[in-house]
C-alpha cells in the first residue's frame, strides 16, 4: 500500500487547506486516517474514513472544522481543515489502516506516508 500526502504550506490563522492522500493500491479492507505531530510532541489522531463506506471518525478536539473526504475514482481521500489554529500546525500524515472500519488507535495503521508540513501563522 502506498500514500502519498500533499497540499500543506503556509496559511493565516482563520484560513483554509485541503490536503490530499493519493492512496496507490488500497484496497476495500483498509480504512484510511489522518494524523498529525506537531514539534516536541506526540503523533495524535485527526480523523479517519472508511474506503468504500464512508463512515468516518474524528478527534473531537477538531470535530466541525476539519471534515474527510474520499473520491474513489482517484483513490484519494481528502482533509479539509477550516478555521485553523496556530495550535494546528504539525507534520500531517495519512495512513492506511489493516482493518475497514474508521478507528483512532494509531497501532493499527501499518502504512505511513511521508507527510506534509502545514504551518499556521497569525
Known amino acids: 500500500v502506498q500514500l502519498q500526502a500533499s497540499g500543506g504550506g503556509l496559511v493565516q490563522a482563520g484560513g483554509s487547506l485541503r490536503l490530499s492522500c493519493a492512496a496507490g493500491r488500497t484496497s476495500s479492507n483498509n480504512a484510511v486516517g489522518w494524523f498529525r505531530q506537531a514539534p516536541g510532541k506526540e503523533r495524535e489522531f485527526v480523523g479517519s474514513?472508511?474506503?468504500?463506506?464512508?463512515?468516518?471518525d474524528y478527534n473531537d478536539s477538531m470535530k466541525g472544522r476539519f471534515t474527510i473526504g474520499r473520491d474513489r475514482t482517484r483513490n484519494t481521500v481528502y482533509l479539509q481543515m477550516s478555521s485553523l489554529k496556530l495550535e494546528d500546525t504539525a507534520i500531517y500524515y495519512c495512513a492506511a489502516a489493516l482493518g475497514p472500519q474508521p478507528t483512532s488507535d494509531r497501532r493499527l495503521y501499518r502504512y505511513w506516508g511521508q507527510g506534509t508540513l502545514v504551518t499556521v501563522s497569525s
Open positions: 474514513i472508511s474506503w468504500n463506506g464512508g463512515r468516518t
